[in-house]
């Protein structure tokens, strides 16, 4: 059945104009696990856990439910859009579709910045984990605190040697890859249940906890605390569109990815509200500064004793890993799907597909080693972790925001394509009469994401007080990315317009809008 499918999905694929290059290897499960483990609760909360806490107080709880209803309605639109439209390059597909093509091309090359961004953010996140674990792993000084020159300066080996071996294993073999993904989901999901069983059994207050204010007041306000203690959530709950990025690898596209992107999204807001409401209860202190400054690993390393803490630090090193690997592939497939459009420069190289391991070579090594020279620069820079953290996801959003406010307007135009049928003959995923109410609150949230995450606050971006440039990161990358992006979008235009005519058969956003 799944050699019938595979016809039935290339016919497909050739009717918007592209012939088949990927092979089709991902399953369901492998699908969801390409989003799940980009979210990577235990890579993320593990990391930001701290950032949190320190602004929001125990309330900080708070701004998870919040920030996951909102991504949830996002998933929800973009679910539509996976099955309409199983390209890889989902963002850019989606949103060229939908609002043309000055809109689509800046939707991807933003999310291609964003997911090099995103992959430096994620390598360095074994900083948090693996000096725990083991003393050796301190390759560079002594302090392993995260915002010391010499935790920075570490993370950035770490993070370097990590992106290497992403790099090799992500050109070499899609299968390999997938199952690498496949097995380490599997080894997050178990030490997300073991974690929370242990540190429950360990509390030290009850649930209760999340009822509190405390490390908030009136001489701190409430508002500002907890608006940068979201911060945590919004970086937690993204990159769930990745399970679309494989959309031309996976077995029934227009069946799997959909329900897949929506799984990995609520699987990953229930784990995580357990995790943190289960570190909360178990913290020794929450008002001695360890938690603040030393996150989850501090609670696992006091609570849990030696073992069991360093066992599931090490769980949380793997997910830190396969997440990487995630973020690279799903960049790899973006880069790739923009240059076999030939709107991208060096188009011909990057489009190309390696007959020997059916990967896009150029198209992998590019995201990985603009990662890892994104990291080197910025060596030592104590403030680096918070300000890259920031700066990607705000991209993030806005590169979401490019396909939600088209898809809104088109919903409101009436051409919104009706449901067809996916692989097995039954109706694609659609959210029927309520999609026009959902993907508005989606783009009023991701809206105000955005603003909140592009402040350009010195407590977020330069805590240090390391100068002007840092503080205004967030303008700074947009006005680098937007006017490097339009140089490259000028020198390809006539190009992208052309290909653009050809292939848009769905007779949505054909050209640029006038």
């Known amino acids: ?28 499960y492998a699908s969801f696990a390409a989003g799940f483990s980009f979210v990577s609760i235990m890579t993320t909360v593990f990391q930001l856990f701290g950032l949190g806490f320190s602004f929001g107080g125990t309330a ?57 961004i995103t992959l430096a953010a994620a390598a360095i996140a074994l900083q948090v984990v693996l000096p725990t674990v083991w003393s050796g792993f301190q390759l560079v000084g002594s302090d392993t605190a995260v915002a010391s020159k010499d935790g920075a300066a570490n993370a950035v080996v770490l993070g370097v040697i990590l992106l290497t071996l992403t790099t090799l294993l992500n050109a070499l073999s899609v299968r390999i890859t997938a199952v690498v993904n496949s097995v380490g989901v599997t080894c997050e999901l178990i030490g997300i249940v073991l974690l929370v069983i242990l540190l429950l059994v360990h509390h030290e207050r009850g649930p209760s906890v999340v009822l509190h204010h405390t490390g908030l007041d009136s001489s701190t306000g409430y508002a500002i605390p907890l608006l940068v203690s979201s911060l945590m959530a919004a970086y937690v709950l993204v990159g769930f569109d990745s399970a679309g990025e494989l959309a031309e690898e996976t077995h029934r596209p227009r069946a799997t990815t959909p329900r897949t992107i929506v799984r990995a999204v609520v699987i990953s807001g229930v784990a995580g509200a357990f995790v943190i409401v289960a570190a909360l209860m178990a913290a020794p202190s929450l008002t001695d500064g360890n938690l603040g400054l030393y996150g989850l690993p501090y609670v696992l390393t006091t609570q849990l004793g030696t073992f069991w803490g360093k066992l599931l630090l090490i769980d949380v090193a793997f997910a830190v890993s396969v997440c990487t690997l995630a973020i690279q592939t799903a ?56 300000a890259l953290t920031s700066v990607c996801i705000m991209l993030l959003y806005i590169a979401y925001l490019m396909v939600t406010v088209p898809m809104l307007n088109a919903r409101l135009r009436g051409r919104f394509p009706t449901p067809g049928l996916d692989e097995d003959g039954k109706p694609l995923f659609s959210l029927g009469r309520t999609g026009t109410v959902v993907n508005a609150i989606a783009v009023v949230f991701q809206l105000l994401m955005a603003i909140n995450l592009g402040l350009p606050r010195a407590e977020v971006y330069d805590p240090t007080g390391s100068g002007w440039v840092v503080h205004y990161l967030p303008i700074v990358v947009l006005v680098l990315t937007y006017g490097i992006g339009y140089l490259a979008y000028r020198s390809k235009r006539a190009t992208y317009r052309r290909a653009c005519g050809l292939s848009l058969a769905d007779g949505l956003g054909e050209g640029e809008p006038a």
């Open 1 to 28: 059945m799944s050699g019938h499918h595979d016809k039935v999905s290339a016919a497909d694929l050739s009717t918007f104009g592209y012939t088949p290059q990927l092979t089709r290897r991902v399953g369901p």
């Open 331 to 386: 960049a790899a497939r973006m880069i790739f799907s923009m240059a076999r459009d030939q709107v991208l420069p060096g188009s011909t190289q990057l489009a190309r597909v390696s007959p020997r391991f059916g990967t896009p070579l150029l198209a992998t090594v590019i995201p990985g080693v603009g990662a890892a020279l994104f990291l080197v620069v910025n060596i030592g820079n104590a403030s680096l972790f918070l």
């Open 60 to 116: 900080f709880f708070w701004t998870w439910p919040v920030v996951f209803a909102g991504q949830l309605m996002v998933a929800l639109c973009f679910a539509e859009l996976a099955a309409r439209y199983p390209l890889s390059g989902a963002v850019f597909q989606w949103s060229r579709r939908l609002g043309g093509a000055t809109v689509g091309w800046f939707a991807g090359w933003t999310m291609v910045i964003a997911q090099i």
